[in-house]
């Protein structure tokens, strides 16, 4: 495999039209001090898309394309994930075909990372397939953050690589950062940390390195549909005059943080705040979060929203810096 240079005039970044993929993309050329240049989308009246890349920027160069896939708008039919999708692997081919020495792919919310299994027989499994196409397109690197199963053996995980089909994915977390930002920002006194899914173990591990907590606590959940879920939790545990944060990858419907906020107010939890990496804010998943007990919600810019205060590309830049140069 090719490695590039930081600093090299060779690096050329590209952002594409995925909500807040150009701030990023902007943030990270600045701190690795890389050469950031323009395409340009075109989306016809019925929706379909046209990317045009300038030629001389690419032909030749280690090129390095952030483009984020969450949806565009409150009404996600109007620009769904699947559009950014697309518009991702086309702009990926036209590099590749135009020349591109290497392309390296960074996606800070990668939409379909929860379909990574089929958890019901004859399902299509999203990252299975995006790892196909990346394959076949020649892209052999995609940079993503905070996909959702950081246990089990898969495409991506915490801190590590693992090559499936010649692509690796490297899943970068945001936990740490947002521990500090809690640490630094909010008063909490040594607080219980909740974690609503055991998958996110690892996490687990990533806080305690940053808050103290007087404990780490996770739910077991039962997912009974998109938007109903179920808690069985967490013994006898009580959270009298405590403060409590509730630490997860997504706030897509919000049903999930729901559920484990009122459990902790239940429990006799003082404050009660969430730190996630994406939010999505499906419908009125925000109000309805602040609605049951939350009193903040930390998240980063992976998804631009009026909790986004830990900026993302710092951390994304510390991990291109370590695998790329
Ligand atoms: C899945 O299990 C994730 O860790 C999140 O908890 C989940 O995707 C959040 O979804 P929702 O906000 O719709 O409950």
């Known amino acids: 495999m090719v490695r590039t240079k930081a600093g090299s005039d ?8 995925g909500l807040g993929s150009k701030n990023i993309a902007e943030d990270i050329t600045k701190i690795l ?10 989306l016809f009246p019925d929706r379909e898309i046209r990317v045009r890349i ?9 090129v390095l394309y952030v483009q984020s896939t969450a949806p565009k708008r409150e009404n996600i039919w109007k620009a769904p994930q699947s559009q950014s999708l697309v518009e991702l692997f086309l702009t990926l081919d036209a590099f590749k075909e ?9 996606v800070p919310y990668l939409t379909g ?33 905070d996909v959702h199963s950081h246990r089990r053996p898969g495409f991506f995980f915490l801190g590590r690589t693992r090559n499936f089909g010649g692509v690796k994915g490297y899943n970068i977390t945001a936990a740490k950062a947002l521990a500090s930002y809690i640490k630094d920002n909010l008063e909490t006194r040594s607080p219980v940390v909740v974690i609503p899914d055991k998958g996110h173990v690892p996490i687990a591990d990533e806080i ?42 997504m706030i897509s419907t919000g049903r999930t943080l729901v559920g484990a906020s009122r459990l902790a107010r239940k429990r006799g939890a003082t404050t009660v705040l969430v730190a996630v990496t994406h939010t999505l804010y499906v419908k009125r998943a925000r109000e309805q979060l602040l609605g049951s007990g939350v009193d903040r919600i930390v998240a980063t810019d992976t998804i631009p929203k009026e909790d986004s205060v830990v900026p993302i590309a710092p951390i994304i830049a510390e991990s291109l810096k370590k695998i790329l140069f």
């Not at 060779?10 to 039209?17: E, K, M, T, W, Y």
């Open 33 to 42: 001090e890389l050469r950031l240049s323009k395409l340009h989308t075109h």
């Open 10 to 17: 060779d690096i050329v970044v590209f952002a594409g039209s």
């Open 98 to 106: 135009k020349g591109a020495k290497t392309v390296d792919v960074v």
């Open 113 to 145: 990372a929860r379909q990574h299994k089929e958890f019901k027989k004859g399902e299509s499994v999203s990252t299975r397939t995006i790892a196909k196409i990346l394959r076949n397109l020649g892209i052999f690197r995609l940079f993503t953050v």
């Open 208 to 249: 305690r390195e940053i808050i103290v907590p007087d404990e780490i606590v996770f739910m077991k959940k039962k997912r009974l549909g998109g938007e109903n879920v179920r808690f069985k939790l967490l013994g006898e545990l009580d959270l009298k005059g405590k403060d409590v944060v509730i630490f997860d990858d």
């Open 54 to 62: 300038p030629v001389k920027d690419v032909e030749g160069k280690h």
